[in-house]
């Protein structure tokens, strides 16, 4: 039998050990609900799961659009609103701002399933690579709320981050979407340079928020599985 203070000497030691090991494990709980139009903490966790780049670190950005909008957008004129139909470019007090987002996926969602937008039957995503520069001055929103006051004052800024979500025109794209304002024509010129266009049929475009966040991180350029996803969407 072992003695008292042996126990209890086990015991603290046994202890320090989990504490130990705790500090070097994070868990992550998954959920087991099925996704719904009112996600709550479901969606929630999601997008804590979910990594969207800083706007000051070079990635790939992607924009959608219908066939007739795309040889303008390849070097784009934040001047301009190419169609409001599709709000390409988008005018503003302080000027314009070409709208893109990091996922494959979610660009071409905007076009085939936004409410209100044009019916088209594909969509044309353009791929850009995106190399900031070290001055960029980046206004980062994390509620739909703050970044809609940001837009009032976006000439302080070159680049406007943040969420998307309207609950009329957006409920049914998904809930990871994260869109990256350009605001700046000569970080434009300079720094956002077109790479590529995938060509998508809107039948092969998730509708709802419900798409996976697997498929949004699927959707973006620096992840392994990106190439093969394209395929699907694109084959």
Known sequence: MISTSLQSLSLKYLLAGLVALLS???VVALPTAKPSEDLG???????????????????????????????????????KSHTEAINNVVHNLEGGGLYLTDSL?????????????APTDKVHV???DWTPPAS???????????????????????MLTGPMYNEITDKHLTKDFWQYALINQKIANDNLKYKQTFVIPCSKVHK??????????????SNPGFSAYAKTLTG
């Not at 996926?105 to 937008?117: E, L, P, S, T, Y």
């Open 24 to 26: 070097f494990t994070s």
């Open 41 to 79: 903490d479901y969606e929630q966790l999601f997008k804590r799961a979910l990594v969207h780049p800083a706007g000051n670190q070079k990635f790939s950005l992607f924009h959608g659009t219908i066939p007739a909008n795309e040889a303008a957008l390849k070097v784009p004129d934040l001047s």
């Open 105 to 117: 996926i979610a660009a071409a969602q905007f076009v085939c399933h936004q409410i209100g937008k």
């Open 126 to 128: 353009l791929m850009y």
């Open 136 to 158: 960029i001055k980046i206004h980062e929103t994390k509620t739909v709320a703050e970044q809609n006051a940001a837009a009032q004052t976006c000439k302080a800024y070159d």
């Open 208 to 221: 709802g928020r419900d798409l996976p966040s697997t498929d949004y991180e699927k959707g973006q350029g």
